[in-house]
């Protein structure tokens, strides 16, 4: 995959490029401010951006906006946008647009490598990957149909939410996949999602929890 980094800490920049690079991507510019993302996607034309929120001159919300010029422009770019904190304006903006081919994740929280991995495939392959601390905090605050899941079946669409795989999703909670997928049919049936593909069902129930 090919891939262009925006982030203005050079040295978590390098070690992004290192880990993409040693997962078989390819790298094809890194950047550190919002106009020269939007330039080198426009040359390199990747099939995904890695960005930062903030970044100079500012350090508001440079890289958002920049992702939200290159979206319309490009609308099957996949973004994984990094923060140092949950932005309220831009998960207010998942929720109301329903986004996909997009993650969400806060730097600190990427403590595992593999898992990080999987989440940009996730997201490459048009999938949704929302932080677990911005999972948590709609899935406490809702009170409609999520209300209606169980303690497992919450848990599972968390994991859902956060593009973990069926076979990840069963390796964190210690079940077979085969009950993963029995959770799953239960999901979708009590939150009205229609069969309509795998994938397209996995989205659905991902962004759920936000369309409110």
Do not use: C
């Not at 490009?74 to 903006?93: H, I, K, Y």
């Not at 929280?109 to 999972?135: C, H, K, M, N, P």
Request: net charge neutral.
């Amino acid at each position: 995959m090919r891939i262009v980094i925006a982030e203005d800490q050079v040295l978590l920049r390098d070690g992004l490029a290192r880990l993409l690079a040693s997962a078989g991507h390819l790298v094809v510019a890194q950047v550190g401010d919002g106009p020269s993302l939007v330039a080198q996607v426009n040359l390199h034309r990747p099939e995904m951006v890695l960005a930062d929120i903030r970044m100079p001159p500012s350090y508001t919300d440079e890289g958002a906006r920049a992702v939200q010029l290159l979206r319309r422009r490009w609308p099957d770019l996949a973004v994984m946008m990094l923060s140092q904190l949950v932005d309220p304006d831009l998960v207010e903006q998942m929720r109301s647009r329903r986004l996909t081919r997009f993650g969400y994740l806060l730097k600190d929280r990427v403590l595992d490598t593999a898992v990080f991995l999987e989440q940009l495939e996730t997201v490459a392959a048009g999938g949704t990957v929302i932080d677990q601390s911005a999972v948590d905090g709609y899935l406490r605050r809702d009170d409609g149909r999520l209300g209606q899941l169980t303690e497992r079946e919450t848990q599972v669409l968390r994991l859902v939410a956060m593009g973990r795989s069926n076979a990840g999703i069963a390796a964190t909670l210690v079940i077979s996949r085969r009950t993963v997928d029995a959770h799953l049919r239960a999901i979708f049936g009590k939150l009205g999602i229609a069969a309509d593909g795998q994938d397209n069902q996995r989205v659905l129930a991902a962004l759920d929890w936000l369309s409110g």
